[in-house]
């Protein structure tokens, strides 16, 4: 069956059912927090859809963002999205090599300009002409710029695309920058996360065919739909944290008995995510629930957060010496302050007696 | 840098440090000051120990006002204890707060349970504004407070009201709110040095020298 036939009908030709299909579309409408009724619109959209055409850039990263979006256990929602779209580009995933994959790319950008939809892993290098990273001997700025160019949107999947990631952190050697830093002139959406979570990447794919246009973002780009809450507001330990009974260690009673891990450096207050709610590897488990803090990990920057494992409410920085010579100073101050006094009070109580001898 | 790690890092730090710097050089000017005595004799019978001992039962006698002023006084005194106490309860029993000081100190204890917490600042909160309240209309209270009473009262309202706030995570999100409550508390310990607040250091030994006086004049503290 061409590429120009109806989703709908592709699908049923697969084997996929009319149920399944339903299924499917009642999910991304819960998952993306519509409305019931959405689910018909998401199905009908979805039937009559073409496939989408989907350009995947992968710069300065791990994988670990594809690896998400396709070791996803049963259902297999995201083989799904794999029918609906049309995968034209993608390193890891695409079988063929050289010149064949960069012809296909830009075959893809030819046939579907101005409707293609670019995704994105992984930040760009821009210091020193972004030499630090290249792909077919072009810099990752510059074929991010020459995909982007005719694109419908541009997804950046992931917190190194999102927000410049751990190639961002501190000292970053090679100018890595966010996508968002880069393109200023298409629409934008961030799916952050190391990695982001499937079904925020499929869901929020799904809701761009399904509507034909972005899902509502929050201050820094993100669908409210997955990035609207924090972890610590759907967190499973949050009543422990209420009780104020936090693990002190890792393999302490208060880690077995599932108690709030706030003392151990969870971030999940200040990290806004759906994990404690979608879960990850088909609902099973999450960071928290397997027993580790949250890392913050959807948040920029949080590789310079202070530290994993420093709780949110004390300082990043010590104070050491510093407050040794903050109170050595205040000791020579207060010091040479009485001792003025002292000479002041002498010279008051001596022109006293002066006087009383005058008179 | 986000306004969260500004407050975590440069602005505790600096706070932090002029807060030591300050309470440091306060004390040592006052103590390093000259004692001249009393130039007047003692009354009969009045030794210097019981002038110390009278020192220390002023310390602790003042902490409730003489009998012919209880009535005029209750309110700024038994408001006076809700506010302190409370204050005392939500910065050395919430535990997030109590971790603030093992970082700096290496020290820890038991945590109270948050929601016990959080209704001790929401008393809290209200005792400070009935204590601002009743310094406005109370016309002697009015005629002898200055800009350092109200900044001070600020100062110290400020870091509650922005707790529960970020606690409840109303008004903005947690981020901004937790970091506006840093700041906040870095505001005080900048302020609390060179305001009124130094009266948490102060007070014993203004209690006290008025102790070691009314001994000397022979009067029962």
Known sequence: ?359 | MELLEFARGPAMNVAMTVFIFGVVWRLVALLALPYRGIKSRPREGVTPEREIFSGFRGVVRRMWPYPAFVKAALFSTLNGYVFHIGLAIIVFGFGPHILFFKNLFGISWANLPNNLVYAVGVLTLGSLVAALVHRLVDPPKRLISTFNDYFSWFVTFAPVVTGLLASAHLGARYETLLAVHILSIALFLIWFPFGKLMHSFLFAFSRGVTGIRMKHRGAQI
């Open chain 1, 1 to 359: 069956m061409s590429d120009d036939a109806p989703l709908g009908d592709m699908l049923a030709k697969r084997g996929v059912s009319r149920r399944a299909f339903l299924k499917y579309a009642a999910y991304t409408a819960s998952i993306m927090a519509l409305p019931a009724t959405s689910t018909n619109v998401i199905a009908q959209a979805l039937a009559t859809a073409k496939r989408q055409s989907v350009i995947w850039l992968s710069f300065q990263e791990c994988t670990g963002c594809t690896e998400s979006l396709t070791r996803s256990f049963s259902p297999t929602l995201e083989d799904l999205i794999f029918d609906f779209i049309s995968l034209d580009y993608h390193h890891t995933l695409q079988a063929v090599s050289g010149d064949a994959a960069e012809n296909a790319r830009h075959a893809a950008m030819v046939e579907n300009k101005g409707k293609y939809i670019v995704v994105v892993d992984g930040s760009v290098p821009i210091k020193d002409d972004g030499v630090y990273s290249t792909i077919a001997g072009m810099t990752n700025l510059d074929m991010l710029n020459e995909t982007v160019k005719d694109a419908f949107a541009v997804v950046s999947v992931g917190t190194c695309a999102a927000f410049g990631g751990i190639p961002h952190a501190k000292p970053n050697p090679t100018g890595a920058v966010a996508i968002s830093e880069i393109i200023k002139d298409k629409p934008l959406i961030n799916i952050s996360g190391c990695p982001p979570i499937p079904e925020a990447i499929t869901g929020t794919l799904s809701y761009i065919l399904s509507f034909g246009k972005i899902p509502e973002l929050d201050h820094l780009g993100r669908p409210k739909a997955f990035f609207g809450e924090t972890i610590h507001d759907r967190c499973y330990r949050r009543p422990f944290y209420e009780r104020g009974m936090f693990a002190k260690s890792f393999d302490d009673e208060g880690a077995r008995n599932g108690w709030c891990l706030y003392e151990l450096g969870c971030k999940g207050p200040v990290a806004y995510n759906a994990c404690a709610t979608l879960k990850w590897n088909g609902g099973t488990s999450f960071p928290i629930q397997s027993g580790h803090g949250c890392l913050g990990c959807s948040e920029p920057d949080f590789w310079d957060m202070g530290g994993f494992y420093k709780p949110l409410s004390t300082s990043l920085d010590g104070l050491g010496k510093t407050a040794a010579i903050a109170a050595a100073a205040g000791a020579v101050i207060g010091t040479g302050s009485a001792l003025l006094a002292r000479r002041h009070q002498e010279n008051y109580l001596k022109d006293l007696a002066d006087k009383d001898e005058e008179i």
